[in-house]
Nanobody, 115 residues
Framework: QVQLVESGGGWVQPGGSLRLSCAAP????????MNWYRQAPGKQRELVAA???????NYADSVKGRFTISRDNAKNTVYLQMNSLKPEDTAIYYC?????????WGQGTQVTVSS
């Protein structure tokens, strides 16, 4: 069974920064599009950032200019650097890997932005 292992969530004050990490098996990491989703209480899960195996990125409008998705090929890890965090960024963040009709999810990591 494929496991995506997330880490890096926590509590931060508005304006602060956090970096999320997602480790994936090499067989997944090299050929799948890696995504970060989030789900806030009472809301649908939404795509935050995407990174294809070719290196193309895409971001939700709400996080453009503040969040950056990147990868470390040597560590089979994808990161989500989150800067200038706002209370509305509070959510459970999920790592996702997708290729064609196959998709895998991490267990989620809580991010809370409050004063």
């Amino acid at each position: 069974q494929v496991q995506l292992v997330e880490s890096g969530g926590g509590w931060v004050q508005p304006g602060g920064s956090l970096r999320l990490s997602c480790a994936a098996p090499r067989t997944i990491f090299n050929i799948y599009t890696m995504n970060w989703y989030r789900q806030a209480p009472g809301k649908q899960r939404e795509l935050v950032a995407a990174l294809t195996s070719a290196g193309y990125t895409n971001y939700a409008d709400s996080v453009k200019g503040r969040f950056t998705i990147s990868r470390d090929n040597a560590k089979n890890t994808v990161y989500l650097q989150m800067n200038s965090l706002k209370p509305e960024d509070t959510a459970i963040y999920y790592c996702n890997a997708v290729r064609d009709i196959t998709t895998y999810w991490g267990q989620g990591t809580q991010v809370t932005v409050s004063s």
